[in-house]
Structures are given as structure tokens and as C-alpha cells.
């Protein structure tokens, strides 16, 4: 264990910007690079299967029912006298076999991919904005008192805890299940709710950067020039406490795949024919014992995609975190 | 200390009364009807539907239904739409039902987290501590009920035993060391998965609570002192890491209540959170707005524990009687 | 290091003592061995938990089961659905007629109506042989009675717009009446009594003998209140003596009475109202003998019978306002649903009720007293386990004794040696309803092209698995009312190209179908949650788009499908299901009287010769003529295609190849039969004989 001598701050890298700082210590942690990468192939996919499934005549059609296709294991051939010539798969083979109404799961898969990011993405993009608003406001306006007239009711800065007392007391599974039960089941619903039930996490990592940032001098030198409020948390401050929100966005995104993966078992996903992992994956475990394929492959891949994330995310914790970093 | 108490107390009860306004409003947006009355059933008229409704005090403004709603919630008069009986007392069973898995989950977790996060710390970068990562967080990411599934197939092929359930099912529940294993086993696999989530999570927390602290200038100190390796580490340093897990203590409370519907689902355990999701599915108003709001008051509560813990616990606040 | 050992003992020790458990514990071998108390309980797995044990107050499938193990009917089916009787020894079934003398009128002879002259004047016909009079035993003068009522009125509200409801005080003065006793219950007799007394019923204007202070009385309030004619069917049972509830407590009339009474009382909000709501009085006639008089014809009603009766010891006034008081209640308020008899009931049946642990298992035990001797079993244990694959993996672990196995999984189980299985055919049908308010429907080519481009069989073979058959109907295929000469619509797309070209529909330059500009589209709506018809939708949509009409999906939670969409008529197209009954009446869901929100004739059918058809099943009691009439109407709607009836599903059950029935013979030796299914598929016919075996006794079917 002698690396810790390593760890005296050597005179040049004063001049080194933190991020770079962090960029270095995040490379040397492997596991979180493998992650960042497994990342980046499944961005690519997604956005490969938006372009190969969408549209009413896809280059891989994920809705092309053939019954008399089903439960084809995985690398099958189409049975050809059976399957009218438009309903043969494009690529010849069913890569990934089909399911219990011959759909083709290589092309359900990456209909999937696209969607399940996106479900990700827009919960936790709605989760960052209104994270980013709240703690921003809080930890920025947090002294200015709200009322009326002379009546001083609180500070913006209570109300604002207040409300992420609030937020994080319901159970969140519970809550989401509970709204999305009532809703009209579709996609941007399940989104919307995942977003608003997590955005608590961030607004608190926030608004403690802005709290302890918002005493240093170079805000101090902002006010003195005269900057106006809203400009100084977008410029100055928001760029500086980017780093824990980076952390909670990408932990997010694991998080939110997995939370629509579990509402889709309780029977309140993303209605068909729309596909995403979660739904193949809890269709297919009805068929456990006879078409295994329907489970293992959607299974692992959410495991694999829902990992890099984690990793990924956990590696940036780490790299951002000056007490842990490794130089 | 005191203003810190009251100012905490304050506070929660502010968020209480909030949390029990929107509780009682998400719901009542639902245009569903308490499924018992099944409009389908080909002899039902429609008086018959308002008849019920009326029994069931549908048919008041939201405001009279919120008050009437609490009172009787308060006075554990409350009862569910499914069968007509008091909510609290079914709310109290299955308490008594999940409180063993959540036990010895808890159990579970705290045992193999900390030493899993400080071998992790101690070895940073190492094979082991690669491998574990990678296994731990698997764990996270795979899905919670295709893992359960994966596991309780392998155990029946395999092993030919029962593991749904509270034990055993028809053998006669004679008191004693049969008895007691039975349950045991059947507690293991549920609260072991259970428990997989929370495991992950702590010892990462500990790994980089450890991380941090070994790296700080007394442990430095104590190793130039010349103390030896295993006492700096488990006599110094784990000690001051640990000062954020006693907080943590009281937000386990309102794992009682929210995280166990899959799996509660899966091993058909008649517990808090099946007990929830059953109700959503009917629409049984009064016992998803009791969890809910039971949910809340037990984070409330778990909240306020770590407060005052945190407050003993460091020394700061207990000085300065501000908050952090 | 302390800390350090303890760090790494704390998780070993815990684990180890976990895992260990499993030594203890009964695995799939060791459990009929080491518990032969296993062989005499049977245990069965439910996905939900009954609610209310009590059969008139519970609607789930899962308090029905329980029920019908603890409770007995008056009558139930028999091994090929003739009523046989349980509680009843016999019944006997007739008719009360009545009808109202009007001295305004003259007889066909010349002579004024009077009570007696229209007395005498039958009496002779009927001595003279007329056939209008066959079935008549006894005719007799009632004299007239006066009484006052309140009916409800609308009245178009001042400011509000809203129509006012109001009572209004009527008096109904009825005239006397003659009282026909007929041997067998005949809808037509009035019909054919009014030819003999030349149109004398048809003129009878009933607004003559109700007043009211307001102008309020129309021709309908009227007849209601007085009717000229009247039917009342009367059913005479006659009980068994010497049954016993599970406390002792002998069975009588008293209970049935009790029972019908219970089910009446607007406080105990029974779901069985409309089944009993056409009973008029339930009389005893001693001890062992009930007298049931119906309002007016009402066949299915007679069936409703074979619905548990409840002890009336038990759950009385008294009883009840002692129950309230032990717990500290307000008798006043407490009702039979309030009881604690529904979590721990008591009735006649083979198994009495033990204990009932809510959502994880109800458990029955032998009744020793029953009425046909005890059951074989000692125990039946009800399990409820929510999740299909787990109660499957406990069926496989030895834990529960049945299994009701998907369709794709019936190749599979029907192989395994270790397992009987026994197929049946569903009492309900699944079927695609058109609304028939919306203008695309309204033409009868249209629906029944839409039939033809959907590939029935093949949803069958490949979404039922084989597990289903075709129907072309309103009624269930075991039934007698079935029409098996009906053929389906055949598969066909070219003909229902051709069907809808002849309905003015042609393809545009983009393929899809239009006429006069407008295309062919519209949303087909099921609820979420049933993977077969999701299926069914699916298979639709594309059958459809191939022909080219443009067709959207949607799946609904269950509340807001019906509610909102199905209920209100908004919809285009649905995917859904009937669950059905053993009798011919199908008025609700498809007399062209129940179109009305949250009625059940929801695509707006209306065919005058169907609902004439309707009502006169509902009320004959003649069974060859129901059968004939029910046929008739099979066949003009299946002419009329307001649904397209797709399939009726079977079910696979699966029991452990070492349940089999025993009956002991003459010299007390034991006997082992198969367990064979009833007309129905059912096969719990002969229940009380089954045993379970510690090696499979039977070669195998």
C-alpha cells in the first residue's frame, strides 16, 4: 500500500484544472471505463434501433406477427412455405429466435433499446431540470423570506427542504405505482412519474454545491461587478456543481430502467406493441421453462446495460470526490 | 438542543399534514370504482351501483370525504372496501408478517456489507476488489424478480423443497425446533434478495467512507506512530466511518412499508407491500391511503431518529444547536 | 484483531445457520413419509383470496369455491345438468293467473262482466273441453281490494332544467279478480283465454282503476300498478328431513325463507338481488315444505336455487343484535355483512370451515353429520398464491395437489407420467363487438367481411395452442340451446374484399379502403392485463391492415376500459368475453331494451325478432320449447353478426396421478374408480369420494 506517498500534490499539476484532475483518477479506474464504454455501444444501438425499427415498413419489422413461427429458439430458420414472403425476416434468420406470436426478438430488442434509454433519459432529464431549479433557487435565494405584506411567513430555502422532506418521505415505488395505476398507461406517463419521483437526490446535492460555493470569491467578485442573480447561477455557479449531478443523472438512468422493468412485472408498463426490455422481459417469463431464450436475453441485457451505468456512475462519484481520488 | 427539537418537530408536522393532502388527492383522480361491483355481472342494474356508492360515501365534496376519512382513520374505524373490515387491524397483521423478513434482511445486510466495503477499501484496486465490484453491482442491475425467478427455479429442480410462502404449508404448526427451522428456510431466500440491493449499496458507502478516511492525515499519524496496521484500520479509522451509518439507522424504517411488492408478489408473502399493491389493483381507497400515509409517517419518524442520532452523535451540531 | 474477526465470523455464522434450516425441512420425497397425515388433505392454489364466505353476499370465483364446499343449494346439476335435488327431496312447478274483471265490458254471449258471470262462463267452457282451459285445475273470484301508493315522478325542474323527482299519492282501486290455478306454468294462456272471451283482456284499460289528485297517470303507470293479467309462477319444494348444519342445528323452511329474506334487505347489499328479485313471497308450509310465488314469468329463475342457504339461527334479527352488542357495535345499524359469520360460516355441506388466514389459506375440515355420509378427505386446504409460475412450482414440489396449466403448456404436463389431466370446454366465449351507433357498422356486409379477413382457427392453433373451439353463438356449446348446425363464417379475405366492394368500400391509390372520401378506420379497445386477447388484437389489427382498413389498438386498465369507454358506448371496436350461465335468457345483453349507458347491450343491437324471441324464452317453462326458441335465436344472430363470436377456451386441469375415488362396496372392501368429468368438463361431481394414495392405484388413461 505505498501508493499514498503518491498523493503529495506536485507543483505543477496546481495549474491543472480540477476536471482534468478528475478526468485522470476516472481512467485509472477500470471498471468504471469499461462501464463508460459498455455506455456508449448501447447509446449506439439505441439510436441504431431507432432508425432500423421505426416506420410503418421498418428495414427490421419488431411487430410482424407469424403465428406459425413461434417460440423458434434463437440462430432458426423461418419456416418458408408457411411465412408469406412479406412477413420473412429481412435478415434471412431469426438471430435472437421469436416469441409467443413469432416476432422476431433481435428486432424487438433493439425497438426496445431506444425506448427503454429514452425512458431513462427523459425520467431522469425531467428529475436533473427540476433538481437543478429547485436546489439551484434554494440554495442561492434560500435567505429571501416569502410572504405578505409584513407578514413573514419562511424562508424560500425552508419552503424548498420543505418540499424535498415531502417528496422523500412517500416510498417512491409504491407512489409511482399508485399514479401510474390510475393513469392512461403509456410511455410519457411512466416517464413523467419516474422524473417527478426522483429529483430529490439532486436538488439536495445542489443546493448544498451552491451553499458552499456561494462564499467563495470569485461570487463574491460576480456581485461586486454587479452581475444579476439569475446570471450568476447559470454561468458561475450551475457549471461548478455539475459534478454530483453528472453522478445522480447517470445512477439515474440505471435506476429508471430497472424501475420500468419492475412496473412492467406488476403489469403497469409500457402497453403494447410498443416494446421495451422490461415488457419482453416479463412477457417472457411466462414461458420460463419453454421458450427460456424470452427471458435470458432481455434479462442479461438489462443486466449488462443497467451495470455499465452503475459502474459508470460510480466511477464518476469517485473521480469527482477529491478524498478518494487517486492521482 | 431544545430549539433544534422543536424547530425538527415543527417541521414534520407540517410535512405530515401535506403528505396526508396529497395522498388522499392522487387517488380520488382515479375514475375507477372499487371492484367488488362488477357492472359486467349480467343481472346488475344501476341503481344497485349507486347503492353502494352511497354506502361508501362516494357521493359527498372531496373536502366532507377528507375529513370524515381521517376521523375515521384515526379512530381505527376505518374500513377496507373489499370485505368491509377495519383497515388497522389488517395493517397490523401483516406488519407482524414483514417484520421477519425485514429483520433478517437488515441482519443480512449490515453483516456482509461492512465487511464486504472495508475488504473493498483495504484493497482498492485489487483483483478482489474489481471482482467484487463487478458482482456487487451486478447484483443491483439485474432486474428483482427474474433474479428471484432464476433462484427459486434452481432451488426446485434442484433440491425438491418448498420456498414459497411463511413455511411449509399444511404441516401442522406444532410448536418447536421443526417449526422454527421451517420458517427460518423459508426466510432465506426472500430476504437474502431483499436484501442483495441494500447490500451493494452500503458497502459501496462503506468502501468510500473507509477510502476517505484512510487517507486522512490522523491515520496517517497513527501509522508514523508506529501502531500496527490492523488496529489503525479497525480501531481508528472504521470507527470514524462509521459515524454516518448510526444516521442511517433510522431511514431503514420506511423499508417496512415500500421496496417488497415484487418480491413480496413472488413468494407469496402475505406481507405490507403485496397487502398495497392488491389494494391499487381494486381500488380499495382506505388501505392504499393508510400505507401511503403509514409510509410517511414511518419515514417521518425514521427521518426524526436519524436527526436526534446524528445530534448525539456529533458533536458539532450538539454545540452549536444549528442545523446541518 | 476483535473487529476484524468479528467482521468476518458475524456473516459466516449468520449463513451458516440459514442455510443449515434446509435439513429440517420436508423436501418433495420425504413429505407423504414423513407426514402421513398429507395423504388425507387436499390442497388446492388460488391466485386471489375469497373475500366473504357467505354465498349471498360474495361475487369472486374464490369465495364460490369455498362456499360450495360448505354451504348446499336447494338444488344443483347434475352429472348431465338436469336439476337434481340437495336440500329439496322434490319440487313441483306451476301456475298462479290473474285476472281483473271489468264490468265496463260485455262477454262474448251478450251478458255484462261480472265476477261471478265471468266465473260461471269459464267454468263451463272449461267442462265443455275448450283447450284454452286445458291446464286449468282451479279457477276462483277474489274480491276486490283498494289501496294507496307513492310512485315517483319526473317533472321538468323550474330553473334548474333538471327534471324533479317527486312522490305522487296514487289509490288503486282493483276490481275483483279471478284467480286460475294451471297445472304447468303457460306464457300464452291470456292470449288464448282472450279469443274464447273475444278480445276481452285487450280492451281492459287499467288507467281506470288508479287515481291520483295530479294528471299523472299514463297507461304504462297504470298497467303497472293494476294489471289486467298476471302471471305467477309458483315453485313447491318439498325438503329433505334430518340435515344437519355444521353446529347441529336442524335444516327447515325456516332457513330457506331466512335466506331469500337476507338476500332482499337493501342494507346487506347482495350482488344476488336481480337473481331473487322477481320472487314474490317465500312461504313455508310446515316444517319441511316451501311455497315460492313469483311477480311474473321469470325461467331463469328457477335455477337460481342452487345457491347456498343460510342457517337462520344464526344470523337473524336476534342473533344479529346479540352479535352487535358482544362487540360492541350499534345493533341497530349491524347487518349480515357486518356478521362475523362470513369469516367463519356454517351450513350443511361436506367440509366444514376451520380457519381462515387472509391471503395465504382457508382451511375446511370433514363434516362427519353430512347429509350423504362423510368425505373421504379430512381436510381441504384452499392456498393462495398470486403468481402463476410459483403455484406452479409448488404443484411440482408436492405442495398443492392441482394445477390449471396454460395452454402452451398442455403438451408438455399431458405427458408426465406423474400427472392425470382432465380438458374442458369454457361456459364463456371471447368475441370482437361493433358498435353499431357508429356509421361504418351499420351495414351488415361490413361486420361480416370484417369477420371473414380474420383467421379464427389459426388464433386457436397458435394463441389457444390448440386449447379452444369455435363458436358461432350467444349460449355455450354444452348446452342444449346451442345450434351446432350453424356454421362459422369461413376464413376469407378475397370474399370479404368482395363483400365490402359490394358495401360501396374501394381501395385508393394508397391502398387503404374509402368510400365517398372517407376511409375505412377505427380503434379496436380491450383491457390490459389478459395476454390472450392483447393477442387476439393484435392478430385483428393485422388481418385488417392487410385488406386495407386502417385499424388502431388500445389496451385499457380494467376500471377505465369499462367505465369509461365500454360503459358509455364510446368506443369503436372491443375485444371481449362473456362468462356464462346455464340458462337460455340473454335479454341483458342483447334485447335492443339494454342499450343505455352501463346496460350490457353496450353495441346498441336491435333486431325486433330477436327481442321478440328474448322475452318469450325468458318466459317459458317448458323446456323443448325454450330449446327450440333459444336454437332460433342462435341462428338470427349469428345471421346478424353484431359480434364476430371468435372461440371458447378450454381448460387443462391437472391433478397428481395418485388422486383417485373410492367407494366402499357391499362387504366394506374398497373400491378405486377414475375420476371421470362431467357433461360440463367439471370434475368435482363426485368430490366426497376422492382419496389420495400413497402409489398410484389406476393404470394410467
Known amino acids: ?327 | 438542543m431544545l430549539t433544534f427539537l422543536l424547530r425538527t418537530g415543527w417541521k414534520k408536522l407540517w410535512t405530515l399534514f401535506f403528505i396526508s393532502v396529497i395522498s388522499f388527492a392522487v387517488i380520488h383522480l382515479a375514475p375507477g370504482e372499487p371492484s367488488q361491483i362488477d357492472p359486467m355481472n349480467p343481472r346488475f342494474t344501476p341503481q344497485q351501483l349507486e347503492r353502494y356508492r352511497k354506502a361508501f360515501d362516494l357521493d359527498q365534496p372531496l373536502h366532507v370525504q377528507y375529513v370524515r376519512f381521517y376521523r375515521k382513520l384515526l379512530s381505527g374505524e376505518l374500513r377496507s372496501f373489499k370485505d368491509n373490515h377495519p383497515v388497522m387491524p389488517k395493517i397490523v397483521e401483516r406488519i407482524w408478517n414483514s417484520l421477519p423478513l425485514f429483520a433478517v434482511g437488515t441482519l443480512l445486510m449490515w453483516c456482509f456489507a461492512f465487511p464486504l466495503g472495508v475488504a473493498s477499501a483495504i484493497r482498492r484496486n485489487s483483483v478482489f476488489d474489481q471482482v467484487t465490484t463487478v458482482i456487487v453491482f451486478a447484483l443491483i442491475s439485474v432486474p428483482g424478480f427474474y433474479l428471484s425467478y432464476l433462484l427459486i427455479i434452481f432451488v426446485v429442480q434442484n433440491f425438491h423443497v418448498d420456498v414459497i410462502g411463511l413455511r411449509t404449508f399444511g404441516r401442522p404448526d406444532t410448536p418447536g425446533v421443526l417449526t422454527l427451522m421451517d420458517r427460518t428456510w423459508h426466510l432465506v431466500l426472500p430476504s437474502a434478495l431483499g436484501a442483495t440491493a441494500g447490500i451493494a449499496v452500503i458497502s459501496r458507502y462503506v468502501r468510500s467512507q473507509m477510502l476517505e478516511v484512510i487517507t486522512a492525515d490522523y491515520v496517517r499519524t497513527a501509522r508514523a506512530k508506529g501502531l500496527e496496521e490492523d488496529t489503525v484500520l479497525y480501531k481508528h479509522a472504521l470507527r470514524n466511518a462509521l459515524l454516518p451509518f448510526v444516521t442511517m439507522l433510522g431511514l431503514l424504517i420506511p423499508g417496512l412499508v415500500g421496496g417488497s411488492v415484487i418480491f413480496e408478489t413472488i413468494f407469496a408473502w402475505p406481507g405490507l407491500g403485496r397487502l398495497g399493491y392488491e389494494a391499487i389493483l381494486s381500488r380499495d381507497y382506505p388501505i392504499v391511503i393508510t400505507l401511503n400515509f403509514i409510509a410517511a409517517v414511518l419515514t417521518l419518524v425514521g427521518t426524526l431518529l436519524s436527526d436526534l442520532l446524528y445530534m448525539v452523535v456529533d458533536p458539532r451540531i450538539r454545540l452549536e444547536g444549528g442545523e446541518v | ?701
Open chain 1, 1 to 327: 500500500m505505498g501508493r499514498h506517498t503518491a498523493r503529495e500534490t506536485r507543483p505543477r499539476d496546481a495549474t491543472v484544472s480540477p476536471a482534468r484532475l478528475a478526468w485522470r483518477s476516472f481512467l485509472r479506474n477500470r471498471t468504471a471505463v469499461a462501464g463508460m464504454l459498455a455506455c456508449t455501444l448501447f447509446f449506439v444501438l439505441a439510436l441504431c434501433g431507432l432508425v432500423l425499427t421505426k416506420g410503418d415498413h421498418p428495414i427490421l419489422d419488431p411487430r410482424q406477427v407469424r403465428l406459425v413461427d413461434k417460440f423458434r429458439p434463437p440462430l432458426s430458420l423461418p419456416t418458408p412455405r408457411a411465412v408469406a414472403p412479406e412477413a420473412l425476416p429481412r435478415l434471412g434468420i431469426y438471430p435472437l429466435g421469436t416469441d409467443e406470436l413469432g416476432r422476431d426478438v433481435f428486432a424487438r430488442m433493439l425497438e426496445g433499446a431506444f425506448v427503454s434509454l429514452s425512458v431513462g433519459f427523459v425520467a431522469v432529464g425531467i428529475a436533473v431540470i427540476i433538481g437543478i431549479a429547485l436546489g439551484g433557487i434554494a440554495g442561492y435565494y434560500g435567505r429571501a423570506r416569502l410572504g405578505f405584506g409584513t407578514v413573514r411567513l419562511m424562508t424560500v430555502d425552508t419552503l424548498i427542504t420543505g418540499l424535498i422532506d415531502v417528496a422523500l418521505s412517500f416510498p417512491s415505488f409504491f407512489l409511482i405505482l399508485t399514479v401510474v395505476a390510475i393513469l392512461r398507461p403509456s410511455i410519457w406517463n411512466i416517464m413523467v412519474v419516474i422524473g417527478l419521483t426522483s429529483w430529490e437526490g439532486t436538488a439536495r446535492f445542489v443546493r448544498a454545491e451552491i451553499l458552499a460555493l456561494r462564499e467563495q470569491d470569485f461570487i463574491q467578485a460576480a456581485h461586486a461587478l454587479g452581475v444579476p442573480g439569475p446570471r450568476v447561477i447559470v454561468r458561475h455557479l450551475i457549471p461548478n456543481a455539475v459534478a454530483p449531478v453528472l453522478v445522480s443523472a447517470t445512477l439515474g438512468i440505471a435506476g429508471a430502467i430497472l424501475t420500468e422493468s419492475g412496473l412492467s412485472f406488476l403489469g403497469f408498463g409500457v402497453p403494447p406493441p410498443d416494446a421495451t426490455w422490461g415488457n419482453i422481459l416479463s412477457d417472457g417469463k411466462n414461458f420460463l421453462f419453454d421458450a427460456s431464450w424470452l427471458t435470458i436475453i432481455p434479462g442479461t441485457a438489462i443486466l449488462v446495460v443497467v451495470l455499465a451505468f452503475n459502474l459508470f456512475g460510480e466511477g464518476l462519484r469517485e473521480a469527482f470526490n477529491p478524498r478518494l481520488r487517486q492521482l
Open chain 3, 1 to 701: 484483531m476483535r473487529v476484524k474477526r468479528l467482521l468476518i465470523l458475524g456473516p459466516t455464522l449468520v449463513s451458516l445457520f440459514l442455510l443449515q434450516s434446509y435439513f429440517w425441512v420436508p423436501t418433495f420425497e420425504d413429505q407423504a413419509r414423513g407426514d402421513p397425515g398429507r395423504l388425507t388433505r387436499y390442497i388446492e392454489t388460488s391466485i386471489g383470496d375469497a373475500s366473504i364466505l357467505n354465498p349471498t353476499l360474495a361475487a369472486d370465483s374464490s369465495s364460490a369455491a369455498i362456499n360450495s364446499l360448505v354451504f348446499e343449494g336447494l338444488i344443483d346439476r347434475d352429472f348431465d345438468l338436469t336439476f337434481r335435488g340437495r336440500l329439496a327431496e322434490a319440487w313441483e312447478i306451476f301456475e298462479e293467473a290473474h285476472l281483473l274483471v271489468d264490468e265496463t265490458q260485455s262477454l262474448p254471449d251478450g251478458s255484462a262482466v261480472t265476477g261471478d258471470g265471468l266465473l260461471r262462463y269459464l267454468e263451463a267452457a272449461r267442462a265443455a273441453g275448450d283447450p284454452a282451459l286445458r291446464l286449468v285445475r282451479k279457477i276462483e273470484l277474489l274480491p276486490g281490494e283498494t289501496r294507496r301508493e307513492q310512485i315517483e315522478v319526473a317533472a321538468p325542474g323550474a330553473a334548474s332544467g333538471k327534471p324533479d323527482r317527486r312522490q305522487v299519492g296514487v289509490t288503486v282501486r282493483l276490481p275483483a279478480r279471478l284467480k286460475f290455478t294451471l297445472r304447468e306454468v303457460d306464457q300464452d294462456f291470456f292470449a288464448t283465454l282472450d279469443r274464447l272471451l273475444g278480445g276481452y283482456t285487450a280492451r281492459i284499460d287499467p288507467t281506470r282503476f288508479v287515481t291520483a289528485a295530479e294528471p299523472v297517470v299514463t297507461r304504462e303507470r297504470a298497467a303497472a300498478l293494476a294489471p289486467p293479467t298476471e302471471h305467477n309462477p309458483v315453485v313447491l319444494f318439498r325438503l329433505r328431513k334430518g340435515i344437519r348444519f355444521h353446529d347441529g342445528h336442524e335444516f327447515d323452511a325456516g332457513d330457506v325463507r331466512f335466506t331469500y329474506e337476507a338476500i332482499m334487505a337493501p342494507e346487506n347489499l347482495s350482488p344476488r338481488v336481480p337473481d331473487f328479485e322477481p320472487v314474490k313471497a317465500v312461504e313455508p308450509r310446515g316444517r319441511y315444505a316451501v311455497k315460492v310465488t313469483y311477480k311474473r314469468l321469470f325461467e331463469p329463475g328457477f335455477g337460481s336455487w342452487t345457491m347456498g342457504i343460510l342457517p337462520e339461527h344464526l344470523l337473524n334479527r336476534e342473533a344479529l343484535k346479540a352479535e352487535a352488542i358482544r362487540l360492541g357495535r350499534d345493533p341497530e345499524k349491524f347487518s349480515v355483512r357486518d356478521s362475523r359469520f362470513n369469516r367463519n360460516p356454517i351450513g350443511p355441506g361436506p367440509f366444514q370451515f376451520a380457519e381462515w388466514k387472509t391471503d395465504q389459506y382457508i382451511r375446511l375440515t370433514r363434516f362427519d353429520r353430512y347429509f350423504e355420509g362423510p368425505p373421504n378427505l379430512s381436510e381441504y386446504l384452499f392456498r393462495i398464491i398470486p403468481d402463476l409460475l410459483t403455484a406452479e412450482l409448488t404443484f411440482y414440489a408436492g405442495t398443492s395437489d392441482a394445477y390449471a396449466a396454460q395452454p402452451h403448456q398442455v403438451e408438455r404436463l399431458t405427458e408426465d407420467p406423474r400427472f392425470q389431466s382432465f380438458s374442458r370446454l369454457g361456459l364463456g366465449y371471447t368475441y370482437i363487438g361493433y358498435n353499431m351507433r357508429r356509421p361504418i357498422f351499420q351495414d351488415v356486409r361490413v361486420r361480416k367481411a370484417l369477420g371473414m379477413a380474420v383467421n379464427v382457427q389459426e388464433i386457436i392453433d397458435y394463441v389457444l395452442y390448440g386449447q379452444g373451439e369455435r363458436t358461432t353463438g350467444p349460449y355455450p356449446k354444452q348446452t342444449e340451446f346451442y345450434d351446432s348446425t350453424v356454421r362459422p363464417l369461413a376464413y376469407d379475405p378475397e370474399g370479404a374484399l368482395r363483400l365490402l366492394a359490394e358495401a360501396g368500400w374501394r381501395r385508393n391509390a394508397e391502398g387503404w379502403l374509402e368510400k365517398d372520401g372517407r376511409p375505412l378506420a377505427f380503434t379496436l379497445i380491450a383491457n390490459s392485463g389478459n395476454e390472450v386477447r392483447k393477442a387476439v388484437m393484435v392478430i385483428a389489427q393485422n388481418a385488417w391492415r392487410r385488406l386495407g382498413i386502417r385499424v388502431e389498438t388500445l389496451t385499457l386498465e380494467w376500471a377505465v376500459f369499462i367505465n369509461e369507454r365500454v360503459d358509455k358506448g364510446d368506443f369503436d371496436a372491443v375485444v371481449l368475453g362473456w362468462a356464462m350461465g346455464l340458462d337460455a335468457d340473454i335479454y341483458q345483453i342483447f334485447h335492443s331494451s339494454q342499450t343505455g349507458h352501463f346496460q350490457l347491450n353496450f353495441v346498441g343491437y336491435a333486431n325486433a325478432q330477436a327481442d321478440e324471441l328474448m322475452v318469450r324464452i325468458r318466459q317459458e317453462y317448458n323446456q323443448e320449447r325454450q330449446v327450440a326458441m333459444a336454437r332460433q335465436l342462435h341462428r338470427v344472430i349469428a345471421e346478424d353478426q353484431p359480434y364476430t363470436f371468435l372461440f371458447v377456451g378450454k381448460s387443462l386441469v391437472l391433478l397428481d396421478r395418485k388422486i383417485v375415488r373410492m367407494v366402499r362396496d357391499t362387504t366394506g372392501s374398497a373400491r378405486y374408480l377414475p375420476i371421470v368429468p362431467d357433461k360440463l368438463g367439471g370434475i368435482k361431481f363426485h368430490f366426497t369420494q376422492w382419496v389420495k394414495t400413497p402409489q398410484p392405484v389406476l393404470t394410467a388413461n
